[in-house]
């Protein structure tokens, strides 16, 4: 009776050791849901020299959320994205972020590396791109809009003036 005891609550033990574990576990529609995800495969699928090394059709497989490099906070995420190709496979580095919880998600970098290499090899840089932020954009239109009604208010003095 003890044995069948001990055997059943170790059992049990057991079995609550693992769904707490598998519990834990994220999963990994927390990553491919984001808006990054998509916009980090368009890129990939983009890139002529990654295109054809897998060849197409490139699909993402699917994300270890077990792996130490995979993180997303509110304001930033990184993300080992799997791919594999008609021929070969490989891993893109994502690096993610986003200036508040209200702005949209913005890959900043992303690296390749095949499986069968040792390096990474960078192929897109948010930064280099230079693409004005939410607020840099704001200003750039304020200063076209103001622009657009002084060339307005001067042709219409000009015509008035003419016309007297």
Known sequence: MAFKFA???SSMVFVGYVTYKYMIRPS???YTEK???EEALLLTRGY???TEKLVEPIQSLKIDTSNEFNKLTLLGAQVQIPVRGAQRSGTVYCYATRDS???EWHVDKLE????NQPNRYPFYDRSLRR????SEQALIDYKKELEEK???QSMTSSTTSASV
């Open 7 to 9: 055997v059943m609550g």
């Open 28 to 30: 990994p529609s927390i």
């Open 35 to 37: 808006p990054f995800f």
């Open 48 to 50: 002529k020299p990654i």
């Open 101 to 103: 919880l209200d702005d």
């Open 112 to 115: 390749f590396k095949p499986n």
């Open 131 to 134: 693409v004005p932020t939410p």
């Open 150 to 152: 002084k060339a307005k």
